[in-house]
């Protein structure tokens, strides 16, 4: 996995447009009316990481190539939507495409804004945008299912799939999302065609206010709507105020309204932990880089995501803590301090890991 893509839903005029310029420092429309989103707008982020820099230091100031996180802002959704309301149809097939969704769910009341439903409810908000998600699942698998359940009787094989696939619809039959059930979406995950909407991982990022932000009883209740799943509290207007300054200005400001970090480093950050990610680097003279794979990866796996004939052709990898190779200065100097390792096709990868690859052409 080189990338990830995350779809930025909701329903209109909750701030998904203004938060989206806000993290990708884009310019796209944000009006105050529904559906000023039609084509899904998309933006490439690079994910934040110091190491990179202090390394290509290292190297001569070598090019960075950061790992980068794809944010396409997807139009409004409206009740009905499953059965083409408003921009319906559009819009689910846009889900279809991304690893994650973040559903981002008005908290604020601001009477300049208006609200498709007149005014924000969390929760009726969340319902209405999950019963559409939920429709659309079902209206999937009862088009599939009949077909599978035939073709079962002629193909021993296909026994599990429609198995999980009859359970995932008796869920979606209560109203429930099939992200309500954990250990039934890893078992959907096996079948990545099918592209079920609500069996993807979630984000809700609760768009608040500046007041909001600093009101931490009333945070935990919004994120109760919502638990398990994680849950972020960012403010699109502060994250707006913050393009465009320096690192000096932008820790002060943040720390103004008692936050530490960034909401796109917040959302990077449980993007990566709610899919199971986590990267490795490579240095050298040529470039500093940063790459994304999944947790638990080995290393003829990490070594794929640079190239397939790297993994076909494994023999070993270099190994290196970033942590040993900063206090070393240099590899060299690291190597004969003893903190290199050379580790086989069973090395599982390590988030810290700088790494160069030997393998057969």
Request: glycine share 6%; net charge negative.
């Given at each position: ?15 998904k ?11 796209v ?32 100031n ?15 959704l ?7 309301e408003g ?180 959302l ?28 638990g ?10 190239h397939?004939d ?5 023999i ?25 390792r ?8 390590q988030?810290?890991?700088v ?7």
């Amino acid at each position: 996995m080189s990338s990830i893509s995350c779809g930025i839903v909701g329903l209109p005029n909750v701030g998904k447009s203004t938060l989206f310029n806000a993290l990708t420092d884009n310019n796209v429309l944000a009006a105050n009316y529904p559906f000023a989103t039609i084509e899904p707008n998309t933006g490439v982020v690079a994910v934040p990481d110091a190491r990179l820099g202090r390394l290509s230091k290292m190297y001569n100031n070598a090019p960075v190539k950061p790992a980068i996180v794809t944010f396409v802002d997807i139009a409004g959704l409206v009740a009905g939507a499953s059965k083409g309301e408003g921009l319906g149809n559009l819009f689910l097939s846009h889900i279809r495409n991304t690893n994650a969704v973040i559903h981002v769910v008005r908290s604020f009341a601001d009477p300049d804004v208006q609200h498709v439903d007149s005014a924000p409810d969390p929760l009726r908000d969340i319902e209405i945008v999950n019963t559409e998600l939920v429709l659309a699942d079902l209206q999937t698998l009862n088009s599939r299912l009949p077909k599978l359940e035939k073709e079962a009787k002629a193909n021993p094989k296909l026994v599990p799939l429609v198995a999980v696939l009859e359970e995932a619809r008796s869920i979606l039959d209560t109203g429930k999302p099939l992200f309500s059930a954990p250990d039934l979406t890893s078992r959907i995950g096996e079948y990545k065609e099918l592209q079920l909407l609500t069996a993807k991982p979630i984000i809700y990022v609760f768009n608040v206010d500046e007041i909001q932000l600093g009101n931490s009883s009333q945070l935990e209740e919004l994120k109760k709507l919502v638990r398990p799943a994680p849950a972020l509290y960012i403010c699109a207007k502060l994250e707006d105020q913050l393009r465009g300054l320096d690192e000096d200005d932008r820790l002060e400001l943040l720390a103004s309204y008692e936050q530490s970090e960034s909401g796109l480093m917040q959302l990077i950050k449980t993007a990566y932990n709610t899919l199971g990610l986590q990267s490795f680097l490579t240095a050298g003279a040529t470039e500093v880089r940063a790459w994304t794979i999944p947790a638990g990866a080995t290393a003829p796996q990490a070594a794929g995501v640079i190239h397939s004939d790297f993994q076909h052709g494994f023999i070993a990898a270099e190994v290196v803590d970033y942590e040993d190779l900063i206090k070393a200065g240099s590899l060299p100097a690291a190597r004969a301090a003893g903190k290199v390792r050379t580790e086989g096709k069973t090395y599982i990868m390590q988030p810290n890991d700088v790494v160069e690859f030997r393998f057969n052409t």
